[in-house]
């Protein structure tokens, strides 16, 4: 017997895209990871309509182990410039191993600008006013023992990034712009707005695509539906 051809993923118009995020939440899993499953998601997220454009509730989570290994390609490709806040990062690294936590959850709320094409596209790396970030062991959203870090903090580290992102870009030569995760953060730290379209699947989830500046795909992941945000355990990306 033959086998039915998997049917292509249908883009989301401008109109259709609004009704279908807000359906429910979502558990964001890596397009790369070929074991990814709704149980375990590196990302949430929650969208709602308001008025012209649509509003994005999230919570990704990055393995404190993947921080620290940034940190010294930072240092190799851009020397010195952790620095000026190379003390926060030590107490930072220093209550997180004190406590156990072998992650870090990033949540904010994120305004998006709908376009006529159907992408929705927001300013790159902006500090939000709700923008909270957590030491943690857990795989929840929210847990009693995450360790807060303070507005303070996270304003000094989003700074932080924000300064350092765009110096090991520019310190890269050209051939490494075809890599897959250079093109990511160039996009991410890039001057232009940040865009993202959606494309409905027939088994129900949603496949997401990061956009650059001239609408060609940069990286792509998968979103599938979850009944909240409590159905799954939030869980860093594998890496290789």
């Known amino acids: 017997m033959a086998v039915p051809p998997q049917a292509v993923p ?5 109109d259709e895209l609004p ?18 499953k709704p149980q375990a998601c590196d990302g949430l997220v929650r969208y709602s309509l308001d008025g012209r454009e649509v509003l994005g509730e999230s919570c990704t989570v990055v393995s404190l182990d993947e921080v620290a290994e940034m940190g010294a390609i930072v240092d190799v490709l851009a020397p ?6 190379r003390s926060l990062l030590s107490d930072v690294d220093a209550r997180a191993r004190a406590a156990g936590a072998d ?5 904010e709320t994120v305004r998006y600008k709908r376009r006529p094409d159907g992408t929705l596209c927001s300013k790159a790396f902006e500090l939000q006013p709700d923008t909270r970030w957590v030491l943690s062991s857990s795989g929840r959203r929210e847990d009693e023992a995450d360790i807060a870090l303070t507005r303070e903090e996270v304003t000094r580290l989003y700074r932080l990034v924000a300064r350092v992102g765009p ?7 050209a051939e490494a712009m075809t890599d897959p995760d250079i093109k990511l953060l160039a996009t991410i730290f890039g001057p232009d707005q940040v865009c993202e379209s959606f494309s409905k699947v027939a088994d129900g989830t949603l496949q997401s695509w990061l956009v ?8 792509s992941s998968r979103l599938f539906p979850i009944s909240g945000p409590d159905a799954v355990r939030l869980e860093p990306a594998p890496t290789e």
């Open 10 to 14: 249908t883009r989301l118009s401008h």
């Open 19 to 36: 009704a279908v995020l807000a359906s429910t939440w979502w558990c964001s899993v890596d397009e790369s990871d070929p074991n990814g």
């Open 80 to 85: 010195g410039a952790l620095d000026p806040d």
């Open 103 to 107: 992650r870090i959850k990033m949540c």
């Open 167 to 173: 110096e090991v870009i520019a310190s890269l030569p």
């Open 212 to 219: 650059d500046a001239g609408g060609s795909p940069v990286y």
